[in-house]
């Protein structure tokens, strides 16, 4: 069975200071991973996404993410948090099939 | 216009009633999702449909029901509702060659 461990489920930096969310994941297969973001009443909307290829991925409003398989890992980040990126923040991971599984979300709070 | 809409977008409704909420997209994608978000949980799938003819149970379809009236419409029912049924329920698309989903913004439903 396949899962998604988000560490955290809330997370609190300074605006300016490095963003660093975390995910783990169990696959038997080769996954597909996401980290998507929920702006507060809104649907969720796809920050970035590992398929295949360069294991670092770079996504919108500077978040970027690095797929270490040794480390079953998909960590989120982001040099320098600026107060819009306040948000709730999901990791999931799709193993090669049509199941696409979620973590529980991790809040981010951005202090002025 | 948003590609993936949702409606209503709130409901209070009370114990033992019935409760269709409605999904249409216009992306075009044969593949549709009901998802309940919970705090703490993330998001958790009821149902899903690869297209009209293709319907399947999720991890949590107990006490739901879908219909996909067309490939661009698809509604979650909820035959007689209870208080734990209380969630965030969001309508998702893919189509064939995107490893995404494309989320609506959401219907926040209150069963009293």
């Known amino acids: 069975a396949q899962s998604v461990t988000q560490l955290g489920s809330h997370v609190s930096v300074s605006e300016g200071a490095l963003v660093l969310l975390r995910c783990n994941y169990s696959?038997?297969?080769?996954?597909?991973l996401f980290w998507y973001v929920q702006y507060p009443n809104q649907g969720l909307q796809l920050l970035l996404k590992?398929?295949?290829?360069?294991?670092l991925v770079k996504g919108i409003n500077g978040f970027e993410a690095e797929f270490k398989k040794s480390e079953t890992s998909f960590h989120l980040t982001k040099p320098s948090a600026h107060m819009s990126d306040a948000a709730e923040y999901f990791c999931a991971v799709r193993p090669g099939g049509n199941d696409m599984r979620f973590g529980a979300g991790t809040r981010l709070t951005v202090k002025p | 216009d948003a590609d993936v809409t949702q409606t209503p977008r709130n409901r209070i409704t009370k114990t033992g009633k019935r409760i269709m909420l409605e999904c249409s997209q216009t992306?075009?994608?044969?593949?549709m999702y009901w998802y309940r978000q919970d705090p703490g949980l993330g998001l958790q799938l009821i149902y899903y449909s690869f297209d009209v003819k293709d319907i399947n149970k999720g991890e949590i379809s107990d006490g739901y029901s879908v219909s996909r009236q067309a490939q661009a419409k698809f509604s979650l029912s909820l035959e007689s509702a209870i208080p734990n049924q209380t969630a965030l329920y969001f309508c998702?698309?893919?189509?064939?060659?995107?490893?995404?989903?494309?989320f609506g913004p959401g219907t926040r439903l209150t069963v009293l």
């Open positions: 696959s038997s297969v080769p996954p597909y």
């Open positions: 992306k075009g994608h044969d593949r």
């Open positions: 590992y398929t295949t290829g360069a294991t």
């Open positions: 998702a698309t893919s189509g064939q060659g995107y490893n995404e989903q494309f």
